[in-house]
């Protein structure tokens, strides 16, 4: 790949940037608009940026296809992970007013961890999408 | 405690296994897991339906929130019924899997099959579970995404198109419902199945509700392969591998029927359909694919398209029978869907088993094959004695239910055409016959199975007695109806019971 | 007439996006198109969701002093979930596009027809 000097600097500037947008709009979920959904794409809108500027097999570096692979399937058991503990406080399936003492603390700790499952989850679907179709199209 | 969590475990344990199995890529690890999570919700749904056997309705909610606001899972005997058929082929077909997914999967994606399998399977169970309308949508959806990916891992290059046109068309369907589905949210604001039967009847006649009517129907009729919107079924059931087809034409079809059944009878009520057009044109579409399907399963040169052109005619069966909207009529339905999958489920494993021995299951290099291998043959035999409808087995059961159904309406044309659908598949099934045990086999069979492989003498045991549960159960639910009509009749009086007054 | 045609202006668009995504799905014989035409008939009805969510003046569904129309929440994250679901067929459309690219080294489905045929 050919050396843009100017989009590499601004990518290095921009990449933090993102990643900690992804890290503010998946936490603050809890009281404003955000949540795993768009924290996940804006975090993998980042790598993708790597990627482009950085090239694939640098990226790959950062991210191996099994890390992702792994990563998304430990969102999607962190997710029915948290449903299955409030299973065993005796509640329903997802019913997290039962994970701490308090029904609304419960509701915070719940709602964080299956945002963050979610945003796991679809962070890393999304880079599997985009580097499964990249390689093919190299290769 | 489990007692009370049943109707979510069932679609919890594949959530929880499916991300597992994922990581793992070896075989008999994926195979293992898939096993036990089959087998558990086998369990489980049995004893659910145990439960809801006498008419008793479980209201299950989703994260503490009552309905209508939040989601519930709503059990009666219908929804178990089809929840215990979907586990039990599942069941069977993991049992079936084993050697015939090392033969047509790559090993690199053995770990991933087993997870969409596993996903798709969830997403069957959990459609026959909710008793909320968007969340149909999500399962419906997840379903199917899970089955375009299957069917792609097919071995032809033409499992590629005939997943992408499935795929198109699915999604279109899919859409569809979802268009209806807003619209009736427009119409009431709720999406809870209980609340809606609730509040249409007070807005039925503005024509925001038609329209969502005949959407809801028309998506549905796409997933559930109804005649002219079954294009995407023959390609897609024979280029799948086996293992998919088996679980598919077993299954998929079955819970949409079910999900439209739910629609009309719960959702939108008995006497809103009956101002409508749908029954006289749902007896009419059920009679023209049961002669069309039938017509064309003759004609084709392998075995697993005639198979799955004569899934189009049993589904014919099936639509008809609801078009009746009798009790009876209805029965005839839920019955056959019990029924077809049992009987489809056994046939598709003997085709496999053909597949497996000889690589192939054209009529071309299948002659012969029956004498060869005479217990699959015979197993083959009893399932498709079945689909005829001959006394004793399950397909009798039903066809004599939907036979009754159409003489108490007078209806004697469509009399008629059963019979004839009869006659049909005899004429399809001694093909069968004819090619598996009476034409002599030439040298040239076997393409592509290397000397020396296990594959040349023998059936794998898994296999075969997979193959042979369903077979047995075949003859066994053709002789004892209580489980069937028993349940079926339950269901339907609290469909027809369930309209007008909640 | 104009209050009619202006008032219901994003219903117009929704339709006109359903039918451009439908026609485009059915008359294109290119799979890429096929697939650009079934997102922009699923874009159809995410908007038509969030237009019957809209309440006129309402703002956005959070709790804050001063405000008391909200617009309805419950589509919004209806679509969310269907967005994710239109996502994941795309890409398993495009997934497939490109296995078919490779199988046959073609995608446009009249000339994929005459290849089945001859095998």
């Known amino acids: 790949m050919r050396d843009n000097l100017i989009l590499r600097v601004t990518a290095r500037i921009l990449i933090p940037i993102i990643i900690l947008f992804a890290l503010y709009v998946q936490f603050h979920g809890d009281y404003s608009p955000g949540g795993g959904f768009q924290a996940g794409v804006i975090f993998s809108s980042a790598i993708l940026l790597y990627a482009l500027a950085f090239g694939l097999d640098t990226a790959a570096k950062v991210v191996p296809n099994q890390a992702l692979i792994a990563t998304a399937s430990l969102g999607v058991l962190l997710y029915a992970g948290t449903g299955v503990v409030s299973l065993f406080f005796g509640g329903e399936f997802l019913n997290y007013s039962l994970l701490a003492d308090e029904p609304t603390t419960g509701q915070h700790i719940g709602i964080i961890i299956i945002e963050l499952g979610v945003g796991l989850t679809v962070a890393a679907i999304m880079l599997l999408i985009f580097f499964t179709f990249a390689r093919r199209i190299l290769n | ?502 | 007439m104009t209050d009619y045609i202006l008032g219901h202006i994003n219903y117009w668009i929704i339709i006109i996006l359903m039918m451009v995504g439908l026609y485009t799905m059915m008359s294109k014989p290119n799979l890429i198109k096929k697939m650009a035409g079934l997102s922009v008939f699923q874009t159809g009805v995410i908007l038509l969701y969030i237009s019957f969510g809209k309440v006129t003046g309402g703002t956005a569904p959070i709790v804050a002093e001063g405000f008391d129309t909200y617009s309805n929440p419950l589509p919004q994250v209806l679509m969310l979930t269907a967005i994710v679901v239109g996502v994941a067929t795309t890409a398993l459309g495009f997934a497939l596009i490109v296995r078919i690219q490779e199988a046959y080294g073609s995608i446009e489905e009249d000339e994929l027809e005459k290849m089945d045929d001859e095998t």
Request: some cysteine; overall charge neutral.
């Open chain 2, 1 to 502: 405690m489990i007692h009370e969590q049943l109707s979510v475990l069932l679609v919890v344990i594949p959530l929880l296994a499916a991300p597992i199995t994922a990581m793992f890529n070896k075989l008999s690890w994926s195979w293992l897991i898939t096993l036990l999570v089959c087998a558990s919700c086998c369990f489980f749904s049995a004893w659910l339906l145990m439960d809801v056997a006498n008419g008793e309705i479980i209201h299950y909610e989703l994260g503490g929130w009552a309905p209508p606001w939040g989601i519930e899972y709503r059990i009666d005997a219908l929804n178990a019924l089809v929840a215990l058929i979907v586990c039990i082929i599942a069941l069977c077909t993991t049992i079936y899997s084993r050697k015939s997914v090392e033969q047509e999967i790559l090993p690199y994606q053995h770990g991933m099959f087993y997870a969409a399998f596993q996903l798709c399977f969830l997403g069957l169970l959990g459609i026959t579970l909710t008793g909320d309308i968007f969340n149909v949508f999500v399962f419906l959806e997840i379903s199917s995404l899970a089955s375009y990916a299957l069917i792609a891992m097919g071995k032809n290059r033409k499992a590629l198109t005939s997943s992408f046109h499935y795929l198109v068309l699915g999604t279109l369907g899919a859409t569809f419902f979802l268009i209806g589905v807003g619209l009736a949210y427009a119409a009431t604001g709720t999406l809870n199945m209980d609340d809606l039967a609730a509040k249409l009847p007070l807005v039925e006649n503005i024509q925001m509700v038609h329209t969502a009517f005949a959407l809801i129907i028309v998506g549905l009729a796409l997933k559930a392969a109804i005649y002219p919107l079954h294009l995407w079924l023959p390609n897609a059931y024979s280029y799948a591998p086996t293992v998919i087809s088996i679980f598919l034409s077993a299954t998929a079809t079955k819970v949409a029927i079910y999900v439209l059944i739910r629609c009309l009878f719960n959702v939108f009520s008995l006497e809103y359909v009956l101002t409508t057009w749908l029954p006289q044109i749902m007896t009419v579409l059920g009679a023209v694919a049961i002669l069309y399907g039938s017509v064309r399963a003759i004609g084709q040169t392998g075995m697993k398209k005639m198979l799955a052109y004569s899934s189009v005619a049993q589904i014919g069966y099936m639509i008809m029978g609801i078009g009746f909207l009798s009790q009876q009529g209805l029965t005839a339905s839920i019955v056959h869907l019990f029924n077809h999958a049992l009987m489809k489920g056994a046939l598709f494993m003997a085709a496999g088993l053909y597949i497996y021995r000889v690589n192939t299951a054209t009529f071309e290099n299948l002659k012969g094959m029956g004498r060869e291998m005479p217990y699959t043959f015979f197993a083959m035999l009893i399932a498709a004695l079945s689909l005829i409808g001959v006394p004793g087995t399950v397909g009798f059961v039903s066809k004599w239910q939907l036979i009754n159904a159409a003489l108490e309406q007078q209806q004697w044309g469509m009399v008629v055409i059963i019979l004839l659908g009869s006659l049909l598949a005899i004429v399809y099934v001694w093909k069968l016959v004819e090619v598996l045990y009476f034409q002599s086999a030439e040298k040239i069979r076997v393409q592509g199975v290397e000397s020396g492989s296990e594959r040349i003498g023998s059936s794998p045991l898994g296999m075969t007695s997979a193959m042979w549960i369903l077979a047995l159960a075949c003859i066994y639910f053709g002789f004892n109806t209580e489980l069937t009509l028993g349940t079926a009749g339950t269901a339907v009086d609290l469909l027809f019971s369930a309209g007008g007054t909640k």
